[in-house]
């Protein structure tokens, strides 16, 4: 019921891109450009359109933060006119920019990053008023490597920056009448997407899902969630949701899945699956 609504056309056309580390066929004419993972693949892609070549360092369905990369994916790295990131997420590809010749960007430079027991949240792409910044640095740096097709960067940018407004929008109406204000979550993903919105997070784990809880730290959060209306525990597609299950069910809670958009949907899209996710949050935290 909270979809955003979204332009009708496109804003451009895609370019070839292939999450196997294999090339498409494309003009001589496209700008090479790797990506460390989907949310930054999904911002090149909409905002260089046809004029850039896109390599994920990051297949889709695979659990992104302990990637490992080949040596074909290291050459695409030193090859490639500019590499984006999100420094802090994935060491390998911490490691890998080292190795780059082009522009290597961090997205999440410059931004105001949460602090999470110390350690810098690298999840920044879960809050649409940040990914709409991160649109601007990657239509910046493409101009610089391309500037004959500046304009039309620029120009892509701008579009998918109110196309996110608007799913920003959305999200703030649909949010500000919830009875429940704590989600909890696999693992500490959705911080950004919590402080944006007016929720605080409560993860199994914490901002690396491979994280380990032990068996009291479980038992307390059963009791949290038994003890502050919360009715809905959200899991995750890329990990297990064994826990997640076991404390829903001793809690007397429903589980649903809120993507935390780490790899690609398997249909659709970054605005899409935002849009999935706040129809899935609106219901389990009693959004009227």
Not at 110 to 133: I, K, N, T
Not at 242 to 248: G, L, R
Not at 267 to 275: I, K, V, W
């Amino acid at each position: 019921m909270f979809k955003v609504m979204l332009a009708a056309a496109a804003v451009v056309t895609l370019a070839a891109c292939s999450s196997s580390g294999q090339p498409e066929q494309t003009s001589a004419q496209t700008v090479p450009v790797t990506v460390s993972h989907y949310p930054v693949q999904f911002l090149v892609e909409q905002v260089g359109g046809d004029l850039v070549e896109v390599q994920s360092l990051t297949s889709q369905g695979t659990e992104p933060h302990d990637v490992e990369l080949s040596p074909q994916q290291i050459g695409e790295v030193q090859a490639s006119k500019a590499v984006f990131y999100v420094g802090g997420f994935q060491p390998a590809v911490d490691e890998a920019v080292n190795e780059a010749q082009g522009d290597v960007v961090d997205l999440s430079e410059g931004l105001a990053l949460r602090d999470q027991d110390g350690v810098p949240d690298p999840h920044v792409w879960l809050s649409p008023v940040l990914m709409q910044e991160m649109a601007g640095l990657v239509a910046d740096t493409l101009a610089q490597q391309d500037p004959d097709n500046a304009d039309t960067y620029q120009s892509n940018a701008q579009a998918l920056q109110e196309q996110l407004a608007a799913l920003n929008t959305e999200w703030t109406d649909a949010t500000t009448t919830c009875d429940v204000r704590t989600m909890v979550v696999s693992h500490e993903a959705v911080g950004y997407l919590a402080d944006q919105y007016g929720f605080d997070q409560k993860g199994i784990s914490g901002l690396s899902p491979e994280t380990e809880p032990s068996a009291a730290a479980i038992a307390d959060l059963t009791r949290f969630v038994q003890d502050n209306g919360v009715t809905t525990v959200y899991t995750e597609a890329l990990v297990d949701p064994a826990v997640a299950q076991t404390i829903a069910a001793e809690a007397g809670a429903q589980t649903a899945v809120l993507d935390p958009l780490e790899s690609q949907p398997e249909t659709g899209d970054y605005l899409s699956a935002m849009s999935e996710n706040l129809d899935t949050l609106a219901n389990g935290q009693s959004c009227s």
